[in-house]
């Protein structure tokens, strides 16, 4: 019996460019921007402080664009880090629908931009990126050696293999990792919170009077 599962090369069930390159300093605005802007620090950030990956265009910065318009990237769209230090951050996110907001979004060269095909789910997609065997991979240089600075090059990443299920399959996986990432996100809160309380107990006991 044929497996249900097929394993593909990422150039097969993904279209994969670079992000734009800027040359200047990016000036974020905050009001009367008509784009905003994915770049590495935020996005990680992001990550950390929630523990999700996927990522609504509102939680970016707002620039100016007078680029063209087609560097514009949407929601359905995964950013994988394009560059990093050896063993560091390498991470994928998933820019989702956001109905709050409705500005495009421009990828900073920083990142590659995934665009998955009808077969695979864009969820999924970052999702089997961040598995960690191929974070392992991807953040020890792609199978190089000898550098402390990890460049992934196109040609690389579209030979990346992804187990590719059934569509089916592949929302019954989305549906227990937005699962067990909300349950991480509320263990981080219960932390947070506990560690607040121990912090003004400690203070309250340095403020005794010694006897």
């Known amino acids: 019996m044929p497996s249900a599962t097929n394993v593909k090369k990422l150039g097969e069930i993904a279209n994969i460019r670079t992000g734009y390159t800027f040359r200047d300093k990016v000036e974020e605005v905050s009001k009367a921007g008509n784009a905003h802007v994915a770049q590495i620090t935020e996005v990680r950030a992001f990550w950390e402080e929630t523990n999700s990956s996927l990522l609504y265009p509102r939680q970016l910065p707002k620039i100016h664009w007078q680029g063209k318009e087609k560097m514009f990237v949407y929601p359905g769209s995964v950013?994988?880090?394009?560059?990093?230090?050896?063993?560091?951050?390498?991470r994928a996110s998933c820019?989702?629908?956001?109905?709050?907001?409705?500005?495009?979004?421009?990828?900073?060269?920083?990142?590659l931009v995934m665009t998955p095909k009808e077969s695979?789910?864009?969820?999924?997609?970052?999702?089997?990126?961040?598995?960690?065997?191929?974070?392992?991979?991807?953040s020890e240089?792609?199978?190089?050696?000898?550098?402390?600075?990890?460049?992934?090059?196109?040609?690389?990443?579209?030979?990346?293999?992804?187990?590719?299920?059934?569509?089916?399959?592949?929302?019954?996986?989305?549906?227990?990792?937005?699962l067990w990432e909300s349950e991480g996100?509320?263990?981080?809160?219960?932390?947070?919170?506990?560690?607040?309380?121990?912090?003004?107990?400690?203070?309250?006991?340095?403020?005794?009077?010694?006897?």
């Open 79 to 90: 950013l994988l880090p394009a560059r990093g230090s050896k063993g560091g951050y390498f």
């Open 185 to 211: 996100q509320l263990t981080n809160a219960l932390l947070k919170n506990r560690e607040t309380m121990v912090n003004g107990m400690f203070q309250k006991l340095l403020k005794e009077k010694t006897v």
């Open 141 to 178: 240089g792609a199978g190089s050696q000898g550098t402390s600075i990890v460049m992934l090059n196109m040609k690389t990443v579209k030979e990346l293999t992804i187990e590719v299920p059934s569509l089916e399959t592949q929302k019954k996986i989305l549906h227990l990792n937005r």
């Open 95 to 111: 820019l989702i629908p956001d109905e709050e907001e409705q500005l495009p979004v421009v990828v900073s060269s920083q990142f």
């Open 120 to 138: 695979v789910l864009p969820e999924f997609l970052c999702w089997s990126l961040n598995r960690p065997a191929l974070q392992y991979w991807l």
